[in-house]
């Protein structure tokens, strides 16, 4: 083998195996769930978890590269109602799934300025099921900044809401999601 080609080889070689080096993980800064649903007496059912935790990475300024992962444990979910809490607790069993998590693994530019198309896995109740959402995602002096709002159906997850008297919590809940990352 010429030496130029000798050369060349190595060299491809060499950003082959670094190619996962030019995926730069992002730190996440803060992070938090808002969830809400509600039933016929009592239209505030809105617990908050702040302890949003996350395994991202960005190759570079593409926000369209962000792969990752998200988890959050369901029993630091709190609101304004401890005992509601624990109705919560069990329906949605935190014992035995302690962790719900999201991988995204793709992520799609739309028409609208700072909107994206976010494409994953969300793993709730012991089920995995793909889930796409809507987010602004915003890039700022280094700064990624990730908002959405979605809708998820709990039967979808085979989670049973509990119910008072044959009046039950609403079937679907509504998410608002926050997380601001840095390099």
Known sequence: ???RKNFMKKVLLSLLLNLPLLAGNLQLQEGFVAAHTQMLLDSRIDPLN????????MQGTDITSIRGKFYLQMDLFTSDNKMRDGHMYKAIKVDKYPLATYSLSKVTKIQEKDRYQIEGKMNFFGKTRAFTTEAEIILDKGILTLKSQSVIRMSDFDVQMPCILFICTRDEVDLFIKAVFVP
């Open 50 to 57: 702040t302890f949003l935790q996350a395994d991202i990475s």
């Open 1 to 3: 083998m010429s030496p």
